[in-house]
């Protein structure tokens, strides 16, 4: 994708503020990315170069890579695989899969596969503690996927102990709300790739001129459809926001479709963990 469709590459810092955070793990820095979409000319090789840089020029305690790798077929994976392998990380590489990466039945293991052999580790309704077990980090699988149900998996977690959660779309948050969450990392929606300044995504005001336009319509022509089958909850596109008790970080990715991104850059997200 031209620079000029998606915009110079930003660097986001925040810090985030966990309740009970042991305090070996206070100023622990994450470095977040997402959604590189590694075909068709959506991502730039400069970008994803430049990308991994200020990664690696941070030195993490941990990197999360939260889901779509490629774009629809899972051939890309292996040209982008050993890019990513120069991700340098203190307690390692995770990520999730999201959508694309299970478009057909043959991608998941071929992209799992792909990323387990250059050292990221791949969480799929599973419980990691690369950090020790002071802050579990827990990877579910997509919401899309028959195998997302998160209660098994949540269930397992003590809720007195601070927990961090993957999940590659955001909607999820309002299911993970019956459990302790206290940082969400999740992408998914590119930020809405349009925003208009002081108002927000356009896809919030998309979806709602949808709901005006009658069923029988929108059945006939399902490109209308698109917008609120992509994310229910536009208002979560992207940045931290308090859902309950739990906080969900959404990262606006990398990769960018047709027609390009607007005052919505790609991110690489940096983010220093805290108590309040």
């Known amino acids: ?29 994450l470095v977040q990315m997402s959604d590189f979409h ?29 889901g779509d790798y490629v774009n629809t077929k899972a051939k890309p994976i292996h040209q982008l695989a050993p890019k990513l392998k ?3 990380s203190r307690h390692g590489v995770y990520a999730i899969l999201g959508n694309h990466d299970i478009a057909f039945p043959s991608s998941k293991p071929e992209i799992t596969d792909a990323l387990n052999n250059v050292g990221i580790k791949v969480l799929w309704n599973q419980i990691a503690y690369p ?33 961090i959660v993957l999940c590659h779309n955001p909607d999820t948050a309002e299911i993970l709300q019956k459990w302790r969450v206290d940082l969400q990392l999740s992408g998914h929606t590119h930020g809405g790739q349009i925003v208009i300044p002081g108002l927000g995504p356009a896809m919030i005001y998309y979806t709602k001129i949808l709901k005006k336009i009658p069923k029988k319509i929108r059945r006939k022509l399902p490109f209308l459809r698109k917008g609120d089958s992509i994310l229910h909850h536009w208002q979560w596109s992207e940045g931290l926001h308090q859902i309950g008790n739990n906080q969900l970080y959404v990262n606006r990715g990398l990769g960018t479709y047709f027609p390009g991104r607007l005052f919505c850059p790609p991110e690489v997200t940096i983010i220093t963990l805290d108590i309040p």
């Not at 042991?22 to 100023?27: A, E, I, N, Q, R």
């Not at 028959?146 to 809720?159: A, C, T, V």
């Open 1 to 29: 994708m031209h620079k000029l469709l998606s915009g110079a590459l930003s660097t986001e810092k925040l810090v985030v503020k966990i309740k009970n955070l042991h305090p070996s793990l206070v100023g622990l820095k």
């Open 38 to 66: 590694y075909a068709d000319g959506l991502l730039s090789e400069k970008m994803l170069t430049e990308a991994i840089e200020i990664s690696n020029a941070v030195k993490p305690d941990l990197v999360i890579l939260t």
């Open 86 to 88: 120069n991700i340098q």
């Open 131 to 163: 950090l020790g077990n002071k802050l579990p980090l827990v990877g579910l699988a997509d919401v899309y996927s028959r195998e997302f149900n998160p209660e098994p998996i949540m269930n397992q977690l003590d809720s007195t102990t601070p927990c």
